[in-house]
């Protein structure tokens, strides 16, 4: 069965520095999801986009946050410089049609980051 | 803002024991609602989606309903194992995203 992959699994940096989060989504699926959970909480969207275009990137700090989706397929989300307060687990997702339609998302195992 | 509300934050039960877990949610024009299971450091497993125009599903031992005009959801589950340990987390969808629930964290003990 298809699924999303994510890459590292795990990442641990020094705050100030640059990360680097990527996912390939299920193939053919043409939205593709960032989240953010924070321990103890629940999934917090980040950025959606639908193909490379975002369609949703209103809770993305943009001042050391960035995601690409260059040529529509997989994805990168960076942060630079890192804080304390980012270390969190950060989920891919992704679902087959278009953006809004209420379809269903399927994660992937997620990358744990952990700034010191 | 869409919120959503899980009660209780945390179950214990013994095994072989049915139980409910609740979600609630602020507005109710949403596409559908999905229940996931989360194990501890890992990603999310959908369990079921319920689309706003149906009132429950079934999988296995689980069974989630869905009142949209009231709000509310539930998780049945039945006959509950140690592997069902976990956290259930429900996420209602709007136009654009899910909102999740801060999850119900379940302990099935032996």
């Known amino acids: 069965e298809a699924e999303v992959a994510q890459s590292p699994r795990y990442k641990i940096t020094e705050k100030s520095q640059a990360v680097a989060f990527w996912c390939d989504p299920i193939?053919?699926?043409?939205?593709l999801y960032w989240y953010r959970q924070i321990l103890g909480q629940g999934p917090e969207l980040l950025v959606q986009?639908?193909?490379?275009?975002?369609?949703?990137d209103s809770q993305l700090p943009k001042d050391r946050f960035s995601a690409e989706r260059l040529k529509g397929v997989d994805s990168t989300l960076k942060i630079q410089p890192a804080e304390l307060g980012d270390s969190a687990m950060y989920l891919c997702?992704?679902?087959?049609?278009?953006?809004?339609?209420?379809?269903?998302?399927?994660f992937g195992p997620g990358t744990r980051l952990l700034v010191l | 803002k869409q919120e959503v509300t899980q009660i209780p934050a945390a179950l214990s039960v013994p095994e072989g024991e049915n139980l409910v877990l609740n979600c609630s949610f602020t507005?109710?024009?949403?596409?559908?609602l999905q229940w996931f299971r989360q194990d501890p450091g890992k990603g999310l497993t959908s369990l079921l989606l319920?689309?706003?125009?149906?009132r429950e599903q079934t999988s296995g031992r689980l069974n989630a309903s869905l009142d949209k005009s009231s709000g509310r959801s539930t998780l049945y589950i039945a006959a509950s194992q140690p592997g069902d340990s976990a956290t259930y987390l429900c996420?209602?969808?709007?136009?654009?995203?899910?909102?999740f629930g801060t999850g119900t964290r379940l302990t099935v003990i032996p």
């Open positions: 997702a992704s679902s087959e049609g278009l953006a809004g339609m209420g379809e269903t998302q399927y």
């Open positions: 507005d109710s024009a949403i596409y559908n």
């Open positions: 193939s053919g699926h043409a939205t």
């Open positions: 319920i689309q706003s125009s149906q």
């Open positions: 986009f639908q193909d490379e275009s975002v369609v949703d």
């Open positions: 996420a209602v969808t709007g136009a654009n995203n899910l909102f």
